[in-house]
């Protein structure tokens, strides 16, 4: 399988505080996006880094990509009580279509209000 | 604009009975999906299309069939549900933009006894 490895699995942090997780993958990609999905609902997209990129933003969102050791991190800044989610990484990789991607595993992320 | 859609919601079936769930998306998108989701082990990609008329196997096909003669309806049937295909199951979709990024329908919670 491709399916790469996510870090932690589960994060409990309090409102305010900073999560970090982590996201390898195992070849070269094209691009890599994060997901976030509610307990019970569909993925939400997040944000896409491409593999020319190193750092992006999006609000209190911050993706960093290193390709050189097939990782990636998603920073979520002042957490909230709404950001309690699990967060998934996907790829899409070189060679195969941009439309197909692998997904992580998950990091369960909890904040306490 | 509903977005993506799935019918049903939930599912219990008995082994070797049949079944077909409905993926609709209102967003003109090219590409489908389908995925399953089990505990611990994140998205895996059942079948997917390109475009109306056309399938592909992804990831864990076996035991599954679709159909996307329409391009706003993606199907995916069961002809002899075994326990091993309880899951969440969620359709996707992405259209042509540079991201590809993937829109999700609610999922169906499917049981197989």
């Known amino acids: 399988s491709q399916q790469g490895e996510e870090d932690p699995q589960a994060l409990s942090i309090q409102e305010g505080e900073n999560a970090t997780m982590n996201c390898s993958y195992k070849?070269?990609?094209?691009?890599l996006q994060w997901y976030r999905q509610n307990s019970g609902r569909g993925l939400v997209h997040l944000i896409l880094i491409r593999s020319n990129e190193r750092e992006k933003h999006s609000g209190r969102l911050r993706v960093t990509l290193d390709t050189s050791k097939k990782s990636s991190s998603l920073l979520i800044t002042a957490s909230r009580a709404a950001d309690t989610a699990s967060y998934f990484c996907?790829?899409?990789?070189?060679?195969?279509?941009?439309?197909?991607?692998?997904f992580g595993k998950g990091t369960k992320l909890s904040v306490i209000p | 604009n509903a977005g993506v859609t799935q019918t049903p919601k939930f599912r219990v079936l008995k082994t070797g009975q049949s079944m077909t769930l409905l993926c609709a998306q209102d967003m003109n998108h090219e590409y489908m999906y389908w995925y399953r989701q089990d505990p611990g082990m994140g998205l895996r990609l059942i079948h997917y299309?390109?475009?109306?008329?056309?399938?592909a196997k992804g990831e864990v096909p076996d035991g599954y069939n679709v159909s996307r003669l329409k391009k706003q309806n993606f199907l995916l049937g069961l002809e002899s549900a075994a326990p091993s295909q309880t899951s969440v199951y969620f359709c996707?979709?992405?259209?042509?933009?540079?991201?590809?990024?993937?829109?999700f329908g609610p999922g169906t919670r499917l049981t197989v006894t």
């Open positions: 299309s390109v475009g109306e008329g056309t399938t």
């Open positions: 996707a979709s992405s259209g042509w933009t540079g991201s590809y990024e993937q829109y």
């Open positions: 996907a790829y899409a990789y070189s060679g195969a279509g941009s439309y197909q991607l692998t």
């Open positions: 070849t070269s990609i094209n691009n």
